[in-house]
């Protein structure tokens, strides 16, 4: 049974810290390339970040680069976004997908966890 299972989420104050866990099980999480999304209301879903499945490749949105910092642990199967300096804008559902082309093209996403930015 294949699960991605966010936490980490919560209300924070304009300029704090939050790190986002995602913990994967059921299906082989190094080979996957692991991505957070985020929608906030009446807005669609947009990328945050991605992670290569071998961690050496990641890739942010404009708006959060320089204060957010995707990673993994492949022993762990754990994907993570550290997310400094965060801003109201920066509220919204997270979500964890988990996607891979190899050898067949699989995608998931997990439930969300909530991210609230008010001061």
């Known amino acids: 049974q294949v699960q991605l299972v966010e936490s980490g989420g919560g209300l924070v104050q304009p300029g704090e810290s939050l790190r986002l866990s995602c913990a994967a099980s059921?299906?082989?999480?190094?080979?996957?390339?692991m991505r957070w999304h985020r929608q906030a209301p009446g807005k669609e879903r947009e990328l945050v970040a991605g992670?290569?499945?071998?961690?050496?490749?990641?890739n942010y949105a404009d708006s959060v680069k320089g204060r957010f910092t995707i990673s993994r642990d492949n022993a762990k199967n754990t994907a993570y976004l550290q997310m400094n300096s965060l801003k109201p804008e920066d509220t919204a559902v997270y979500f964890c997908?988990?996607?891979?082309?190899?050898?067949?093209?699989?995608?998931?996403w997990g439930q969300g966890t909530q991210v609230t930015v008010s001061s």
């Open positions: 997908n988990a996607r891979t082309n190899f050898p067949h093209f699989r995608d998931y």
């Open positions: 059921g299906f082989a999480f190094s080979m996957y390339a």
């Open positions: 992670i290569g499945s071998s961690d050496t490749s990641t």
